[in-house]
């Protein structure tokens, strides 16, 4: 079953996610390498491996409610696509990819069931806003510092791990509402 999350107005859903207007002082960009856990006797060439993927910028947006996203901009070195297919994270056990398509006439943020694809020797984008990887059911809050881990996996069985630092943000409030899962923001 396919679900949506409704948000009353694109603005609302990208200040709420965003890290936009991030409190925490901007860094360099930074790039984390794959760790490939791709079978070592392998030989195809679309499976993904060290060097071969790579993330700049990595994110979580700090949060004490039950939902957050992750940001960043992947990056496929190789010459094949590389299909993403599910994703894990150390603070919960929910965790999903998401992405923003206009709906009678909202904005709503949508599951990527059949995950999404990086083509050859191009960046995908995550943000807030549009692609995101989904935290959810948290159950602790994730304070501006903590470090997350985050996994993608591929639809090889591969895997690309990296570790994302939490930032606060200053904007729009969002309430979760797990029934219907709509994402409204609060007075």
């Given at each position: 079953m396919?679900?949506?999350?409704?948000?009353?107005?694109?603005?609302?859903?990208?200040?709420?996610?965003?890290?936009?207007?991030?409190?925490?002082?901007?860094?360099?960009?930074?790039?984390?390498?794959?760790?490939?856990?791709?079978?070592?006797?392998?030989?195809?060439?679309?499976?993904?491996?060290?060097?071969?993927?790579?993330?700049?910028?990595?994110?979580?947006?700090?949060?004490?409610?039950?939902?957050?996203?992750?940001?960043?901009?992947?990056?496929?070195?190789t010459?094949?696509?590389?299909?993403?297919?599910?994703?894990?994270?150390?603070?919960?056990?929910?965790?999903?990819?998401?992405?923003?398509?206009?709906?009678?006439?909202?904005?709503?943020?949508?599951?990527?069931?059949?995950?999404?694809?990086?083509?050859p020797?191009?960046?995908?984008?995550?943000?807030p806003?549009?692609?995101?990887?989904?935290?959810?059911?948290?159950?602790?809050?994730?304070?501006?510092?903590?470090?997350v881990?985050?996994?993608?996996?591929?639809?090889?069985?591969?895997?690309?791990?990296?570790?994302?630092?939490?930032?606060?943000?200053?904007?729009?409030?969002?309430?979760?509402?797990?029934?219907?899962?709509?994402?409204?923001?609060?007075?």
């Amino acid at each position: 079953m396919k679900r949506t999350f409704t948000v009353t107005a694109a603005l609302a859903l990208a200040a709420a996610l965003a890290g936009c207007t991030s409190t925490v002082p901007t860094e360099q960009p930074t790039t984390t390498q794959a760790t490939s856990t791709a079978d070592a006797g392998s030989t195809a060439t679309s499976e993904p491996g060290p060097a071969d993927v790579a993330i700049t910028d990595p994110w979580v947006k700090a949060t004490d409610t039950e939902m957050t996203g992750a940001f960043g901009i992947l990056e496929n070195n190789t010459d094949s696509p590389i299909h993403v297919v599910a994703v894990t994270s150390s603070v919960t056990d929910r965790n999903e990819l998401h992405e923003m398509v206009m709906q009678d006439g909202a904005m709503v943020m949508v599951e990527m069931e059949d995950g999404f694809t990086i083509e050859p020797g191009t960046e995908f984008v995550l943000e807030p806003g549009g692609n995101h990887l989904m935290l959810m059911d948290l159950p602790t809050p994730i304070e501006a510092g903590e470090n997350v881990e985050m996994t993608l996996e591929f639809e090889d069985g591969s895997t690309f791990s990296w570790i994302a630092p939490a930032r606060t943000f200053a904007g729009a409030n969002e309430e979760y509402v797990e029934e219907g899962m709509e994402a409204t923001p609060t007075p």
